[in-house]
C-alpha cells in the first residue's frame, strides 16, 4: 500500500499517471505511477521494475500490508 509520507494515510493518494510496459505483450515488466495527495498536495511516485521490484520515490512511501503493532513512542 502507498501512503502519504506527511498525512500517513492512501486515503487521500490520487493517481495522476499510470504507465506499464509489458515485455512480450503479457508480462508486466514495469510499472510507474504518480501520485498526488488531495489533502497536502505532495506528489510521489511508484515505480516497479521486474529486476528491482518496487520503489517509491518524492513524498509517498510503501507500507506493507500487515497490521502494525502499536509502538511505544
Ligand atoms: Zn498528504
Redesign the pocket.
Known sequence: MIV????ETSQ?LQIISSRSYYSNGEDIEEITEEYE?T??K?TGKYEWTEEDGPDVSG?VRLEDDQPRWPTPS
Open positions: 502519504c509520507d506527511n498525512c487521500f495527495c489533502l497536502c505532495s513524498n
